[in-house]
């Protein structure tokens, strides 16, 4: 992000990257790399990472699909990281970076680091989400509780797995940000749970604090 480059004047790159992004989508939706694609509402999503400047560095992108979000995150001056599995999109995604935000960067691979513990009684039920392929962390050379924020829209079916994911495996500290196309974006710091099972655990504790 230029220095004399102002948010309005990034917003009118983006507007063109939806629309592009779009129009790709509306011509390739019944081919097999697109057939999970589904896009979040991206104004929506843009206004949020514009409110989080200067409180997050590094954002991750799960499922990054064309890599909007990413490219977003990088033009408004965050290091931005998109994991996406389909090798196809990860080429659409380096394409759209190359015009609309090229620090952007972009790893094929899958978003569940290879120490996530899955537990089917915890919640993690996976419905889309492939588990055939490699970890992309590597490909990164970065490590989930690496990134400040982390940004997924998730099959609603899913949502628990992915927020377990960052929750065991992520940045203690960091945020985690799901859109739902009916409960709109969410944001969830991890950190905010951990107080709250301590207090719970030991409420004696939290009264003499108090006095």
């Known amino acids: 992000m230029s ?14 990257l939806w629309r592009e992004a779009e129009q790709l989508w509306d011509a390739s939706d019944s081919t097999t790399p697109f057939q999970g694609y589904v896009s979040a509402d991206y104004p929506v999503v843009f206004e949020a990472l514009r409110g989080l400047k200067g409180q997050v560095l590094s954002i991750l992108e799960w499922g990054s699909g064309l890599g909007v979000v990413t490219i977003m995150a990088s033009r ?4 931005a990281y998109g994991i996406e599995v389909e090798p196809e999109l990860v080429d659409y995604s380096t394409n759209f970076a190359a015009r609309f935000g090229p620090h952007a960067q972009f790893a094929e691979g899958s978003f569940i680091p290879e120490e996530f513990d899955y537990q089917p009684r915890r919640g993690d039920e996976i419905q889309q989400t492939r588990t055939d392929v490699d970890s992309a962390y590597l490909a990164l050379d970065m490590d989930l509780r690496d990134f400040d924020l982390v940004y997924a829209y998730p099959w609603p079916e899913e949502y628990n797995l992915f ?29 905010d749970e951990a107080k709250h099972r301590r207090r719970n655990a030991n409420p004696r504790t939290r009264n003499i604090r108090k006095r």
């Open 76 to 79: 408004l001056g965050f290091d």
């Open 163 to 191: 927020r377990n994911i960052v929750k065991t495996c992520g940045n203690p500290q960091g945020l985690f940000m799901s859109f739902d196309v009916r409960e709109g974006l969410k944001l969830e710091r991890m950190s």
């Open 3 to 16: 220095s004399a480059e102002t948010d309005d004047d990034i917003l009118a790159d983006m507007q063109q």
